[in-house]
């Protein structure tokens, strides 16, 4: 039998990135944290990242999203942008690097790959309800804490999307649709070029 809620609440305990919170106005909403994100202690730390911020800041040579605002903080900068994953562990096994921590939850970490790749919001399997519940309750308690409300929330990607549309306050939230995840360098293809520019347009309209 599976062991969901011991393996949620361990990988939680052991490999969670914290999301960058720091009285944003624009939140991104991502799916969770990769290798890149673990060794660095902040979401988007790799390519995606990087990808994502010389689109949004059209600057070639920056820091990947997480880190560059990471830095900024350090600088005691104000920071316009924060990031919030919907899940704070990875949900691949190919992230974590304790090889005894994966093959002791291998089946659970099946359940969270099955769950990441599904486009249901609902399942009828008690491991993948279980998971999911767990996953939503955590994501809904972390993004309340985050929010005003004048929070423009950006999901980035179908997983980010689906669920946000679970949050029982989403039809009160001033959501950007339509952001692709920044992976293999979605956010400079020319179909998302107008839903980019909303989103880039935001700081100067908020700031100014």
Not at 68 to 74: E, F, Y
Not at 165 to 185: E, F, R, T, W
């Amino acid at each position: 039998m599976l062991s969901i809620k011991e393996f949620f609440e361990k990988a939680k305990a052991s490999y969670s990135v914290p999301d960058i919170v720091q009285d944003p106005k624009m939140i991104f909403i991502l799916e969770s944290p990769h290798k890149e994100e673990l060794k660095a202690g902040v979401p988007l730390a790799g390519l995606s990242g990087r990808s994502m911020a010389k689109e949004l800041f059209l600057q070639e040579d920056i820091l990947p999203m997480g880190k560059h605002l990471k830095q900024l903080a350090k600088n005691k900068r104000q920071i316009f942008y924060g990031i919030v994953n919907v899940c704070p562990f990875p949900l691949q096994e190919s992230a974590y690097p304790d090889r005894g921590f994966v093959k002791r939850f291998k089946g659970e970490l099946q359940i969270a790959e099955a769950i990441r790749k599904s486009s249901a919001s609902q399942f009828r399997d008690e491991d993948k309800k279980l998971f999911n519940k767990l996953l939503i309750q955590d994501f809904r308690d972390r993004f309340i804490k985050t929010i005003e409300d004048d929070s423009i929330i950006v999901p980035c990607g179908k997983f980010a999307e689906r669920y946000v549309n679970q949050l029982a306050m989403k039809d009160k939230l001033n959501i950007i649709k339509g952001v692709p995840h920044p992976s293999y360098n979605s956010w400079s293809r020319e179909r998302y070029k107008d839903v980019i520019q909303t989103v880039r347009d935001q700081e100067r309209i908020r700031t100014s």
